[in-house]
């Protein structure tokens, strides 16, 4: 079972930048995808981002396509959310997660073997 824990959320004012990282535990971490996913109090959480194992192929939710970037590093076992252009409708609590796949079509919740337990991202406006 793959431990992740995330790191680098905040409060920032709308138009700001913040970048989140996940460490993941484990010598697989290479082989499966990686995702973000977000959930806003009173709302389920929604998919935000998925990265391929290799880092080849990514996806994006439409609400996030051209400020977000998702990229991994498997030398340390970390995948990262380069966050722009920061909007309040961003607030919320983000989450990684490993996929039971090794690619990036599979972004539904369901699709993922293990969870964090979650950086808050504040943005004022």
């Known amino acids: 079972q793959v431990q992740l824990e995330e790191s680098g959320g905040g409060l920032v004012q709308a138009g700001g930048s913040l970048r989140l990282s996940c460490a993941a535990s484990?010598?697989?971490?290479?082989?499966?995808?990686m995702g973000w996913f977000r959930q806003a109090p009173g709302k389920e959480r929604e998919f935000v981002a998925i990265?391929?194992?290799?880092?080849?192929?990514?996806n994006y939710a439409d609400s996030v396509k051209g400020r977000f970037t998702i990229s991994r590093d498997n030398g340390v076992n970390t995948v990262y959310l380069q966050m722009n252009s920061l909007k309040p409708e961003d607030t919320a609590l983000y989450y990684c997660?490993?996929?039971?796949?090794?690619?990036?079509?599979?972004?539904?919740?369901?699709?993922?073997?293990?969870w964090g337990q979650g950086t808050q991202v504040t943005v004022s406006s």
């Open positions: 484990g010598r697989t971490f290479s082989s499966y995808a």
């Open positions: 997660a490993a996929s039971f796949y090794s690619g990036s079509a599979y972004f539904a919740p369901r699709n993922f073997r293990s």
């Open positions: 990265i391929s194992w290799s880092g080849d192929t990514t």
